[in-house]
């Protein structure tokens, strides 16, 4: 039994022993085998990092070379730069001193042409000198006498081309323009014939006798007081017999003062109670009077549609004068004239009247409003919302404002047209007939002249010079100077127009 047992317990470590023995043999050798294969790897890495330095060897080898090429490229590029200006800079000073001996030359030549010049130079003083005593015995003439005619002669000579110049550019310029609008004008003046009125605004109530003097001043002055605190008139009663002066700057005060004082004179009871309700019945029929000549002038005119109180301000120039010449029949007169001419030139006929019949609606207020009369029309007729083109025509007539449009021209064409015509506005005959003779007094007195005549009640001055004297050149500045010596010394509204004439006739006989 106890046999039976060792054996297999023998057997047992015997077969342990060699699995043991066989163990340490295979992981001895499976050590060897690493140990090798770490050496071939260690040796492969070394072998791949010499392979490697030795390509980082060749490649800066090649970088060194390379810069050192460049290098010497570059040294050898600034090598020939170097040598191309040296050459530059010799050629430069050869040419510097080519120039210098050049000048020194040419200072040289000037110098002795400046010795010929002066001595030339004092030979021609000498010829000059000898030639002007030989020309002063010749013509009796002072060097200062010959240098005035000689200036003399220069400035005809210039004045003759300057009067060519301008006729040639004014005969260009206003040809076609001027003989329509003479045309035009004329026909407009042709089919208008307006009556003129002649009246001013009365200032002065006759009285049946002196003792009405008395009694419109009253007791104590209480009537007259009462005349003028209810009309804001002054009146006059003075040594003039049979007459009472009214005083007021207001044309329409004025004559509600006197109608009221002549209707107090009729009645013949004077007291400040009647006197106010006399006042308060004039006021009424002027204004009355007033709107009925507004609308009257409009009715006139053919127009529709202006506003009440512009017609209101055109019936108040009913007793507003200028120069004599009544104002509501004066832009009556503007509208028929500014609507012919419209109607010529294939204008609106109804918006010219207009414009003419409103172009002096600022005289009706001037007196209560400052500025110009233009100005303030202009701002009633915008007030009062009239056509932006009659407003700025009505600002425009006196150039108050720039007119732009042909409406304006035509409103200030009309205008001057209505105020120059003879017979529109009165002055002494004295005084007309003498300015119609200094005129021609001006006119007459520059050479050449042969006749002058003052036509047109003085708006026109014709000059008839002598052909043979004046040339056509000098003719166009003959006529500039008569123009401003009559600006300088002639007072006349509007303005005057010189016209030279200038003909030569042939003359013969078939015998």
């Known amino acids: 039994m106890a046999v039976e047992i060792i054996v297999p317990v023998a057997s047992g470590l015997v077969l342990g022993a060699a699995g043991l023995f066989v163990g340490r043999a295979l992981a001895k050798r499976r050590a060897v085998r690493k140990g090798e294969e770490s050496e071939a790897k260690a040796n492969a890495v070394l072998r791949e990092a010499a392979v490697r330095a030795k390509e980082i060897e060749l490649e800066a080898e090649r970088s060194a070379r390379k810069g050192l090429d460049d290098a010497r490229s570059e040294i050898k590029r600034r090598e020939e730069r170097i040598d191309t200006r040296e050459a530059s800079l010799d050629r430069k000073s050869e040419l510097l001193e080519a120039r210098e001996l050049e000048i020194a030359r040419r200072e040289k030549r000037v110098g002795e042409r400046e010795v010929q010049v002066e001595t030339e130079s004092q030979r021609v003083r000498g010829v000059v000198e000898e030639a002007r005593t030989k020309l002063e015995r010749t013509a009796g003439l002072s060097a200062s006498e010959a240098k005035h005619e000689l200036?003399?002669?220069?400035?005809?000579?210039?004045?003759?081309?300057?009067?060519?110049?301008?006729?040639?550019?004014?005969?260009?310029?206003?040809?076609?323009?001027?003989?329509?609008?003479?045309?035009?004008?004329?026909?407009?003046?042709?089919?208008?014939?307006?009556?003129?009125a002649m009246e001013r605004t009365v200032a002065v109530v006759h009285l049946p006798n002196e003792e009405m003097k008395g009694r419109i001043i009253g007791r104590e002055g209480r009537n007259i007081r009462a005349i003028e605190a209810a009309t804001g008139v002054d009146l006059i009663i003075d040594d003039t017999p049979e007459a009472v002066v009214i005083s007021a700057f207001n044309p329409v005060r004025r004559e509600i003062a006197r109608l009221s004082l002549e209707q107090l004179i009729a009645d013949g009871r004077i007291h400040p109670?009647?006197?106010?309700?006399?006042?308060?019945?004039?006021?009424?029929?002027?204004?009355?009077?007033?709107?009925?000549?507004?609308?009257?002038?409009?009715?006139?005119?053919?127009?529709?549609?202006?506003?009440?109180?512009?017609?209101?301000?055109?019936?108040?120039?009913?007793?507003?004068?200028?120069?004599?010449?009544?104002?509501?029949?004066?832009?009556?007169?503007?509208?028929?004239?500014?609507?012919?001419?419209?109607?010529?030139?294939?204008?609106?006929?109804?918006?010219?009247?207009?414009?003419?019949?409103?172009?002096?609606?600022?005289?009706?207020?001037?007196?209560?409003?400052?500025?110009?009369?233009?100005?303030?029309?202009?701002?009633?007729?915008?007030?009062?919302?009239?056509?932006?083109?009659?407003?700025?025509?009505?600002?425009?007539?006196?150039?108050?404002?720039?007119?732009?449009?042909?409406?304006?021209?035509?409103?200030?064409?009309?205008?001057?047209?209505?105020?120059?015509?003879?017979?529109?506005?009165?002055?002494?005959?004295?005084?007309?007939?003498?300015?119609?003779?200094?005129?021609?007094?001006?006119?007459?007195?520059?050479?050449?002249?042969?006749?002058?005549?003052?036509?047109?009640?003085?708006?026109?001055?014709?000059?008839?010079?002598?052909?043979?004297?004046?040339?056509?050149?000098?003719?166009?500045?003959?006529?500039?100077?008569?123009?401003?010596?009559?600006?300088?010394?002639?007072?006349?509204?509007?303005?005057?127009?010189v016209t030279v004439i200038r003909e030569t006739r042939a003359v013969d006989y078939a015998k």
């Open 273 to 497: 109670t009647r006197i106010e309700e006399i006042v308060e019945k004039a006021t009424q029929e002027v204004e009355a009077s007033i709107r009925e000549a507004g609308e009257a002038a409009q009715f006139e005119l053919g127009l529709s549609g202006i506003h009440p109180e512009i017609l209101k301000l055109v019936g108040r120039l009913k007793y507003r004068t200028s120069y004599a010449q009544n104002q509501w029949k004066h832009c009556i007169e503007v509208g028929f004239l500014a609507g012919l001419m419209a109607g010529e030139l294939g204008l609106n006929v109804k918006m010219a009247r207009r414009a003419g019949l409103l172009h002096d609606i600022g005289k009706a207020v001037d007196h209560e409003v400052e500025g110009p009369h233009a100005v303030i029309g202009a701002g009633l007729c915008r007030k009062f919302n009239e056509p932006p083109e009659v407003v700025h025509a009505v600002a425009a007539h006196h150039e108050d404002e720039k007119p732009d449009a042909i409406l304006d021209h035509l409103v200030a064409a009309a205008d001057a047209l209505s105020g120059a015509r003879p017979g529109a506005r009165r002055e002494m005959l004295e005084s007309y007939v003498k300015r119609l003779e200094t005129l021609e007094a001006i006119s007459k007195s520059f050479a050449g002249v042969e006749r002058a005549f003052a036509i047109q009640a003085g708006r026109e001055v014709r000059v008839v010079v002598q052909p043979n004297g004046i040339s056509d050149e000098q003719a166009v500045m003959l006529c500039r100077d008569i123009a401003r010596k009559i600006e300088t010394d002639v007072t006349y509204p509007g303005q005057i127009k």
């Open 151 to 196: 200036i003399q002669s220069v400035a005809d000579a210039a004045r003759v081309e300057a009067g060519r110049n301008v006729k040639e550019i004014e005969d260009g310029a206003r040809a076609e323009a001027e003989m329509r609008a003479k045309r035009i004008i004329g026909i407009a003046v042709q089919r208008y014939a307006g009556e003129y």
